[in-house]
């Protein structure tokens, strides 16, 4: 089956680092996703892994292991404006591009 | 457009009515997909096309949805005889290359009373 595990909640203390974990069984992969997403908005895209490695962007980096099947993500500096949703999506096969996603792991920015 | 484009943002019906969502991707992007959010849970794949053509519909979930697309351009997904568990927010996105992952638009919360 498809399976993709995020925690569920996370808190973290404006100006910290926090790093959200994902792990992911699927029967393909090709490419690993992570979302943002503010309530009552659209995901917008953050990330994306398709080798093994860190990807850094600014404040948010994205690890990938294939092997362990096995992402996080990084937040650096955390800002008020992070709280939001972070969604991990694995991208299954080359032809069509759909994604799973896991149900998301909701982030609250602590001042 | 600049972005993708979803209408209405909000449509409240009544249980057995039809529904028509509509989803104006971004010029130019030939891939457009169309996803379902409930509360509290991920974002599920209802159909992917590629120009007008359908080669994914594996996740509407009856025969009461159906989806089309015109021109390789604007999307429709229509809900027949709604029911209650149809209510979520139905999210489009559109895709021109994959390493740029989606852009999804700003959805459509669709209740069924």
């Known amino acids: 089956g498809q399976n993709i595990d995020q925690p569920t909640e996370m808190t973290a203390t404006e100006g910290a680092i926090v790093q959200i974990n994902c792990t992911y069984q699927t029967s393909g992969f090709n490419g690993l996703f992570w979302y943002q997403q503010h309530a009552g908005e659209a995901p917008t895209f953050l990330s994306y892994?398709?080798?093994?490695g860190l990807e850094e962007k600014g404040r948010f980096s994205s690890f990938l292991s294939r092997s362990k099947g096995y992402s996080y993500l990084l937040l650096k500096e955390l800002q008020m404006k992070d709280s939001a949703s972070y969604l991990c999506a694995v991208r299954t096969t080359s032809g069509t591009y759909k994604y799973i996603f896991g149900t998301g792991t909701r982030l609250k920015v602590l001042a | 457009g600049a972005g993708v484009s979803q209408s209405p943002s909000n449509k409240v019906t009544e249980k057995g009515k039809d529904v028509e969502l509509r989803c104006d991707p971004i010029s130019g992007h030939t891939a457009l997909y169309w996803y379902r959010q409930s509360l509290g849970q991920g974002l599920e794949f209802l159909i992917y096309?590629?120009?007008?053509?359908?080669?994914?519909k594996s996740g509407l979930p009856s025969d009461r949805f159906s989806a089309e697309r015109t021109g390789g351009s604007v999307s429709t997904l229509t809900i027949q005889r709604t029911q209650q568990e149809d209510s979520a927010v139905y999210l489009c996105?559109?895709?021109?290359?994959?390493?740029?992952?989606?852009?999804f638009g700003s959805g459509t919360r669709l209740t069924v009373v």
């Open positions: 096309f590629q120009g007008n053509s359908a080669p994914d």
């Open positions: 996105a559109s895709s021109r290359d994959s390493h740029y992952g989606y852009t």
């Open positions: 892994n398709v080798l093994d």
